[in-house]
């Protein structure tokens, strides 16, 4: 297949250029202020069948519906409980995705059979945009993963798209860029089909944001993970060189530390964040040169402490378990 167009002047006209080809049932990927994602029209099989071909992804690994606003909750789930309201005002547009009982509308091509679906409106300026004029012209939204190949870490760049999915896009097909994602790490996924919300992927909105929004009695919390969630697979978010946690000396590897932590001698110290936000925002992308300059493994000191600390550990301990 021929490389798709990239776009890197994401004016009024590109967007909606973005947005007929989506309409065309081809595929955008755009950025959002968590990571990249690869974009279809969600009412359209076929496109999002291209959805799973190009990220070579099992189809019933449900998506995540991008929509403009909290307007359009109900159009694509049913029995939503007030406290999901309460966070949808609180945090969107924003990096949170509801997981809802599903609407009419929703079909099975999207959820992967099951009957709920998980939404989200982003902050990015471009993702909305591009939504606001998709759902102009198709009474629809956009259904999207993250804009990498199945299994290989989230893509926080348009180059790192490029790189993953490049060779399986066809001319017809887009790729905005938007820089470099603000937050770096996937959204907080929610669980809101039982009483009180539970958290099946921290992120960037912890579990103290949600407590404190609810109240103390509306506690969210882990639930045991009965539902495809891909994210849980071993395998997820690994690049090719092995990652050990850790900040004892290993000759020759890459290392990932905050920055008042010392590079132990005899390793390649490959980014140093000074906050726990950087930390996020950095770490896709030292997995990713770390692979690029051919390192074996890559030493990473996680960030201690709940909140954004506890999100970036659990990416770090799925790599480190390798694929
Ligand atoms: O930040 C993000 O959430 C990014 C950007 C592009 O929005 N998207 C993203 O999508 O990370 P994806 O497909 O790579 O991860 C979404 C996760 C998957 O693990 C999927 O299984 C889970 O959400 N998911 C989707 N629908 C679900 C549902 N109905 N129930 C439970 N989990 C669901
Ligand atoms: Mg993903």
Known sequence: MNNPPFLSNCSAGTIREAAAALKAGHLVAFPTETVYGLGADARNPDAVKRIYQVKGRPTDHPLIVHISSISQLEKWAIDIPEYAISLAR?????????????????????????????????????????????????????????????????????????????????????????????????????????????????????????DSLLGIQSKSEYVPVNVKFSGSFEKHYSPKCKVVLGDKPLQGAGFLALRDIETPPGMLRLASPTTVEEFAQVLYSVFRGADRSGLMTLMVSAPLGVGLGLAIRERIEKASRGR
């Open 90 to 210: 609180a945090f969107w547009p924003g990096p949170m995705t509801l997981i809802l009982k599903r609407s009419e509308i929703t079909e099975d091509f999207i959820t992967g059979g099951q009957e709920t679906v998980a939404l989200r409106v982003p902050s990015d300026p471009i993702a909305l945009a591009l939504i606001e004029e998709f759902e102009k012209i198709s009474d629809s939204a956009i259904a999207a993963p993250s804009a990498n190949r199945f299994g290989q870490v989230s893509p926080t760049s348009s180059a790192d798209v490029q790189e993953e999915l490049g060779e399986f896009l066809s001319e017809s097909d887009f790729i905005l860029d938007g820089g470099n994602c603000l937050i770096g790490i996937e959204s907080t996924i929610v669980d809101c089909t039982s009483h009180r919300p539970g958290i099946l992927r921290p992120g960037f909105i912890t579990s103290a944001d949600i």
